[in-house]
């Protein structure tokens, strides 16, 4: 029972400890990349790949903003890996699909991607490109000295309260953070399922 305790009260910390301006700053560029008509590239692995594919379904149906994730395409992602290699998966597909200053890259991410640790550096690699070429770049992240965290134009860090729990709860919160955006009233654009019964 003690974890069970910890593990809940820490949900309930972090939830109080969310940084409100940092999710407003991400909402807004949100609303700008629907407003010019862009496209958003959901970007996760593991676990946030997971994440990234619910995400894509609910800024496609909800939103109305244009939503892919690369690791929806387990072929192409895996000939990718084995013709190139791991680091620039998801920069050459992002090349294939002509990113552009129009559109956002949103990162969900424990460490936000680690170059000198050698985590995560197809995110890296798709920031670095992201950047050149003008494309928002957003997070949904559990670290602050993470590639994402220091690039993005807005980015909101999961305040996990210890260091034994970062992965599990940051996962959580992308879930919490992305359902928050896309059912605010100056995002959503159509009715969700289960609300339309009233």
């Known amino acids: ?14 939830a109080a400890r969310l940084d409100r301006g940092a999710i407003g700053r991400v909402m807004k560029h ?12 959901v970007l996760g692995v593991g676990g946030s790949a997971a994440n990234a594919a619910h995400a894509v379904n609910d800024f496609r149906t909800i939103t109305g903003i244009e939503a892919y994730a690369p690791t929806d395409n387990v072929a192409e992602l ?11 998966t998801f920069s050459a597909w992002l090349r294939t699909s002509r990113l552009s200053p129009r559109d956002a890259v949103l990162v969900l991410s ?3 991607g680690d170059v000198e640790r050698g985590v995560s550096v197809n995110l890296v690699r798709a920031l670095e490109l992201a950047r050149a070429v003008g494309a928002t770049i957003l997070g949904l992240v559990g670290r602050t000295g993470g590639v994402t965290a220091q690039v993005a134009d807005a980015c909101v860090i999961v ?11 940051t996962e959580a919160f992308q879930s919490v ?10 995002l959503q654009a159509a009715p969700m399922r289960w609300e339309s019964f009233r």
């Open 30 to 41: 949100l609303l700008d990349v629907r407003d010019r008509g862009g496209r958003l590239f």
């Open 78 to 88: 895996t000939a990718r890996i084995n013709d190139a290699g791991w680091d620039t």
């Open 159 to 169: 305040p996990v309260p210890s260091p034994e729990t970062v992965t599990p709860h």
């Open 110 to 112: 424990v460490g936000g």
């Open 177 to 186: 953070l992305w359902h928050l955006l896309v059912s605010h009233p100056k």
């Open 1 to 14: 029972m003690d974890y069970i305790e910890r593990f809940l009260d820490e949900t309930a910390a972090i």
